[in-house]
């Protein structure tokens, strides 16, 4: 597919300017017959280059296309559009501009940089599950990534109907450490709707979106939580063990008693290259009362003399399980960020 080609500064000065005045409701460049007034709408739903637009008043979704000169449109933004005005499924109405967002979750992708996932949510759903095999590390990957956009973040341990009682318990000591650093932590199962009412309470009158790899049953807690959602549910692979996608676009689902979730396509991997490692060590939120103590200003936390990070590791103040995932992300972001990142 061809990439849009690059604007110049006095291009993006001028595009920025028609975005303002379509905010301002002082102009629509468009004129056709087929297309209503410029009116307040919200993205539910992203299909490649079009994108279904509800109608902030009447309800109504419409299908539309997306404005060129529109950067990038998710679920959950809040736009500006023209509805069709015809009965003909062919006719679509078409986003005029993105309102500014109160908060982004973004990915990287290594052919068009930082992506935005979803937008102007509340909260992130952190999921993993006992199959695949429960990760911390990966889980601590998406919580430096919540942290990076300063979205809070709920984990959830789903699949919890394969564990006996003995497992499980010793699955939630392993998982305090979270619970006592400040992040909740829900174990559910869709099997036997443990922990879904608990859940449901926490989604309750906020906008969330559930990210996690593959085969960690997003889908199946969707289904859940909003029976007629009929989200299609994959299966784990017998010869990688990973998840196999099933979610393939994103959506809003909205609760009957309020609140809406983003349910966003599943990434096997969240890749935290255009993090830079001093927003991956705040990414830790435990280290963050000793950053800035450290003997020196360049300290890396190994092996560095005085470091306090690596001190209340040995003192049992900071769990060594997060302080080797730290390490993890921090070199293979090395390996991994691709030559033109600047960070």
């Known amino acids: ?73 998710v679920c959950g933004d809040h736009v500006l559009f023209r509805p069709s005005l015809t009965e003909d499924d062919r006719d679509r109405g078409i986003i ?22 979803a937008a102007n949510i509340d909260q992130i759903l952190v999921v993993s599950s006992i199959v695949p095999a429960l990760s911390t590390h990966i889980i601590d990957r998406y919580l430096v990534a919540c942290e990076a956009v300063s979205i809070p973040a709920i984990i959830i341990i789903n699949k919890i109907e394969l ?12 998982m305090q450490l979270y619970v006592d650093i ?58 990688s063990g990973l998840g196999q996608h099933t979610t393939t676009a994103s959506k809003l689902l909205k609760f009957k008693d309020g609140g809406d979730l983003i349910d966003s396509p599943g990434v096997r991997e969240f890749g935290l290259w255009h993090i830079p490692n001093e927003e991956i060590t705040k990414g830790f939120v435990e280290f963050n009362e000793f950053l800035g103590g450290c003997k020196f200003t360049d300290c890396k936390h190994k092996k560095d003399p005085g470091c306090l990070i690596r001190q209340a590791v040995d003192e049992g103040r900071i769990a060594r399980s997060r302080y080797d995932s730290y390490h993890k992300i921090i070199e293979s972001n090395q390996e991994n960020r691709p030559s033109f990142s600047k960070t």
């Open 163 to 174: 564990l006996d009682e003995l497992q499980l318990n010793e699955l939630k000591q392993n």
């Open 182 to 239: 400040g992040y909740p932590v829900i174990y559910t199962s869709c099997q036997t709707t443990q922990g879904v009412q608990t859940l449901a309470a926490e989604l309750s009158d906020k906008v969330s979106v559930f990210v996690g790899q593959s085969g960690v049953g997003k889908s199946s807690l969707v289904n859940q939580l909003l029976p007629n959602a009929e989200e299609q549910v994959g299966d784990v692979s017998v010869s």
């Open 96 to 117: 005029e501009a993105v309102e500014d967002r109160k908060s982004t979750l973004t990915r990287p992708d290594y052919y068009d940089g930082v992506k935005p996932v």
């Open 1 to 73: 597919m061809a990439k849009k080609p690059k604007l110049s500064v006095k291009q993006r000065r001028q595009v920025q300017n028609n975005r303002q005045k379509r905010l301002n409701k002082h102009e629509t460049d468009i004129s056709d017959t087929n297309l209503g007034e410029q009116t307040n709408g919200r993205v539910i739903g992203r299909f490649g280059k079009h994108a279904n637009v509800e109608n902030m008043e009447t309800r109504e979704v419409h299908k539309c296309h997306i404005r060129r000169t529109v950067e990038s449109v």
